[in-house]
């Protein structure tokens, strides 16, 4: 079974990623990563992460998260994170990411949020 | 190998040391067999999280920085069981590096960058963290975490 499984929904133009498992150094963060650049070679340039079933993440995810941030925001997308595990939010504030991203709990919010 | 096998490798032992070999899916099982070898120590389940975090970020570094993905370079792990607590020593065979010259990644400049945050994890989920260069060669980082 793959360390990281990624599945994809849309919802109106924004498309919502369901991850499930671990992101961490090598095979996770790789399958993260090919999927945000598939997805921004298609045009899909509004992404929500969904990381509710994310049970781990380390430093390598993180900065997989970071990236996928970054390259979204380099084509003039936006990228936002939803349903944040407490060890993942503690993460995100310990590195000071709280700052960065956009976090929600509520999708329905964080799809409003887009537009 | 499975977790009941990592297990009585490291039940009731005082003292383990073991290698891996400088690739990346080797983390995973030499952090498995620290987090049983913790847990036999008595660690609780938050603590284990810790001591999960700060040896997986701490192998991650020796495997890709220290020995920069050369198989034919181990890393060498050492787990102590001390009366109140536990050590993990790592050792790498590559250049060293001073640690006093790593960006702190929580400054604004460096928030966005994608890596760089494997120290400050290990200082949050250990007690105590050292590195010293090994006179014949490497580097050794010697983590505390006590009960």
């Not at chain 1, 991850?19 to 790789?30: A, L, N, R």
């Not at chain 1, 595990?85 to 993460?91: G, P």
């Not at chain 2, 787990?79 to 536990?86: A, T």
């Amino acid at each position: 079974m793959a360390e990281l499984n990624l599945t994809e929904r849309q919802a109106g133009d924004i498309t919502i990623l369901d991850m499930d498992g671990k992101v961490t150094i090598g095979e996770g963060s790789v399958a993260l990563r090919n999927t945000i650049r598939r997805l921004l070679g298609e045009g899909k340039k509004k992404i929500l992460l969904n990381l509710g079933s994310v049970g781990y993440i380390d430093s390598s995810g993180i900065g997989e998260l970071v990236s996928s941030f970054t390259a979204v925001n380099k084509e003039g997308g936006t990228l936002k994170l939803l349903n944040l595990t407490q060890k993942i939010q503690d993460l995100l504030a310990i590195t000071k990411l709280l700052t960065v991203f956009d976090v929600f709990e509520n999708e329905g919010e964080a799809l409003s949020s887009f537009n | 190998m499975k977790t009941d096998e990592l297990y009585r490798q490291t039940v009731g032992k005082k003292e383990i040391t073991f290698s891996i070999s400088s690739k990346i899916e080797a983390i995973d099982e030499a952090v498995q067999k620290a987090t049983a070898f913790a847990s036999d120590a008595g660690f609780g389940d938050d603590a284990l999280f810790g001591i999960d975090m700060a040896v997986r970020e701490a192998l991650a570094n020796a495997v890709k920085h220290g020995n920069k993905l050369d198989e034919t370079k181990n890393v060498e792990i050492t787990l102590i069981n001390l009366d109140r607590g536990m050590e993990i020593t790592i050792r790498d065979f590559g250049k060293g590096f001073d640690v006093s010259e790593v960006p702190d990644p929580t400054n604004p400049e460096n928030l966005l960058k994608a890596s760089g945050r494997g120290i400050l994890f290990m200082h949050n989920f250990v007690d105590k963290v050292e590195w010293q260069q090994h006179a014949e060669g490497g580097m050794i980082v010697k983590m505390t975490k006590n009960c």
